[in-house]
């Protein structure tokens, strides 16, 4: 389609007389004036009529040429400007446009058939606005004789010359602005029409009717194109809130959506499944639920039980809604994820200085777990000669790993007891070397968690270098100390019981789990706990003290967070082995497999010890510039000083393309890569390096907020701009009627110069009067005149 401002130059000449006078004029006096003389002077002559007639029209015709050299003839030479008629086709590319919806109507399903991108049921509203421009509406256009203008909008309007580079990704829209922004930037051109192909729905901005009135003032239409489904909103949509980018073999996990109704009626059920995708295309279905979704919004937690085989490194899931009867919007009735399958054991190392009950019986649960998890125990207190325990086939520890080499090959998660750290070796340099090398550690990924003993744990770790690791707040100048009765049990209450962490998660069933950690029929209370008078900005307090507090509210009894990528939780408690009271190893067993889980995903979540690949949100907007970050370190373990790595880029419908990561200046290791895409759903990046693992990542794309609050099409505010601009407002079904109204041949001609060149002042003219005269002279003489 050619945008090019197209104007070209004419040369015309015409006769015209100056002093003509008026035609009146002419008829009435001029020429029965010029007849009567030529009459008069020949009536009564001696000669017969037809000499009377010849002679009289020689002297009439001498005379008239006479009286036309006095009206002052004109040759007037012109050069003009021919400047097209423009038209300006306004396309929608906010995120409302990238939605599909579904067509009743099946008048509107043959009148946009043509433009669907495959299958109409398929086609976005953009795919069919980007269509219907370059295959109908630039073509017809330009056959008859107009410019098509194209020009993208959302909260501004921006010129484009191809229509297939729109990408539905604006975050809002803004219909009067853009409308005025279009004019303007055309203001001196000859625009004779304006026509926007939208789903009209105006969500912020300047009114669209006080733009509508400046091109009506302008005397310019404006045309609309609604493209969406007319009938009255009807909808069920599905939102993802919670679901692990990766677990491990053999877990099973929950997922947590979120399920709106618009336009339904008071009563009406939705059945919501979670299935399993198979490679054959087939599904295979996990968990289902029966709810009665409305505009607020339900919250539905599926559990998705282990795989049914083992191997597979990723899981594909479908979380989906039955669509209702007549419903108009069908794209958003299912979502799909991926969960990384982390196939790696969790290598832990468990340090405690003594052996209270809870050592005995973390120390047992670890041993025995499964076959996922290994584990290397020391106990500070044991005689040289005991033998220290580990998982079968482990070689037991002689002393505690104190090197970050040793801690970063051979583990993923470090739990601490009531340990004093300065009591991990006689060697007082061997202790500093443990501090630093388990800070780092953490910082390469790994988890660290800190459960609480009468001794040391935690005020010995303030002034080291595990303070920092801590997810909660140490003051030694308001050290806290246990006062209360050691014979009083008490349960601790959870901090987010409608939507609790996957460490406390311990029952599919929200009010079940709930009662487990805060009724007495659930899990046994405790008796001694640590106080701690709050968490760190940034962590999370997953379970509190019923009723103990401080200066910031009731203690934390076990909170989690970050440092910085690393995972590291804090427990105050040192009775959970009480947990096995009434339900035996069920319960006890699921915490601490939750626990080490979550912390160890820091590590194996990408899949590669040595490569950490993280989105740095999980979530991001459609109009955002997705930013991808890979921590990269060599065989020694040290930060990589590569210049670049290249990795894949995996789109919802598994597509993929090279991505490039490039090394950060002045962060060593760190690489990180930034880009956009162009649809919602489901992304996957993958970072292969020869003979190691893929490390990957993945994150969800979404459409902006005020573009999902209410995606239906609003044909009222194209109707109204169309009225007051004496325009057309149809659906792009009709497109053909739209282009049925633009005539042709409405290009605008401006004069760019004007010559007079006199006519009469020739010798031409004056031998022809010459002639006629001298010709009448001479026949007169012939039938003897004076």
Known sequence: MNLALQTAEAASREWRFVDLPETWVLVLIVLPLLAGVCILGYRSEPISTRWKLGLGSLRFAAIALLTLVLFRPVIVEREEEIRPAEVIVLLDDSASMARVD???????????????????????????????TAKRIGPALESKG????????????????????????????????????????????????????????????????????????????????????????????????????????????????????????????????????TGAGEARLLAEDLVEPDE??????????????????ERRLRVSVIPIEDETLLDDNQLQLTVAVTPERIRVLFVDGYPRWEYRYLKNLLLRADSHLEASCYLLSATPDFIQESSK???????????????????????????????????????????????????????????AGEYDNPYSFEGTALEDLLPITLDGATRLGFSGDTRKEQRPTLESPLAPHQIVRLHADIDTNRRLWEEEDGLRGFYWYQPVTRAKPGASVLLRHPSDEGPYGRYPLLTVGYYPSGRTMFLALDSTWMWRYRFG????????????????????????????????????????????????????????????????????????????????????????????????????????????PPATT??????????TADPSPDPETLIILARLTAGEALHLAELERLLETFPGGEERREPVSTRLEDAWDDWGTLLLALGLLGAEWILRKRVELV
């Not at 880029?649 to 890569?673: A, F, H, K, M, N």
């Not at 993945?698 to 573009?707: D, I, Q």
């Open 102 to 132: 579904s067509y009743a109507d099946e008048a509107i399903r043959e009148g946009l058939s043509p433009f669907a991108k495959g299958a109409l049921a398929s086609s976005t509203r953009l795919d069919l606005a980007r269509n219907a």
């Open 146 to 277: 107009y410019v098509p203008r194209l020009m993208r909008f959302d909260s501004t309007a921006t010129s484009v010359s191809d229509p297939s580079t729109l990408s539905g990704r604006g975050r809002a829209t803004h219909l009067g602005d853009s409308l005025s922004a279009a004019l303007s930037s055309h203001r001196g051109r000859h625009v004779t029409d304006v026509i926007i192909v939208s789903d009209g729905r105006s969500t912020g901005g300047s009114p669209a009717v006080d733009a509508a009135r400046a091109a009506a003032a302008a005397g310019i239409p404006v045309h609309s194109l609604l493209v969406g489904d007319l009938r009255p909103e009807k909808n069920l949509s599905i939102e993802l809130i919670e679901a692990p980018p990766n677990v491990l073999e053999g877990d099973e996990f929950p997922v947590s959506v979120r399920i709106e109704g618009r336009g339904l009626e008071p009563g009406t059920r939705a059945q919501v499944l979670l299935e399993e995708l």
């Open 296 to 313: 607020a919004g339900v919250r539905v937690v599926l559990i998705a039980p282990p795989a049914a085989r083992e191997g597979s490194r």
């Open 393 to 451: 086939g482990i070689t037991p520890l002689t002393s505690v790993p104190t090197s970050r080499r040793e801690l970063l090959e051979n583990y993923d998660v470090v739990i601490l007891g009531d340990v004093n750290p300065y009591s991990i070796s006689p060697d007082p340099a061997r202790c500093e070397e443990f501090l630093q090398s388990l800070r780092e550690f953490v910082e390469g990924g790994g988890g660290f968690l800190a459960q």
């Open 585 to 692: 190893d069920r319960y006890h067993e699921r915490f601490w497999r939750n626990a080490v889980r979550w912390l160890a995903l820091g590590r194996l979540k990408s899949g590669n010890r040595r490569v950490r690949l993280d989105s740095l949100k999980a979530r991001w907007s459609l109009e955002e510039r997705i930013t991808v970050e890979a921590r990269v370190l060599d065989e020694d373990f040290r930060p990589a000083e590569d210049a670049a790595y290249e990795a894949w880029l995996e789109d919802p419908d598994g597509t993929r393309e090279s991505i490039r990561l490039d090394r950060v200046e002045g962060r060593d290791g760190l690489y990180r890569s930034s880009f956009e895409v162009e649809r919602p759903g489901r992304w996957h990046v993958t970072l292969e390096r020869d003979g190691e």
């Open 698 to 707: 993945e994150f969800e794309v979404s459409l902006p907020s005020l573009e």
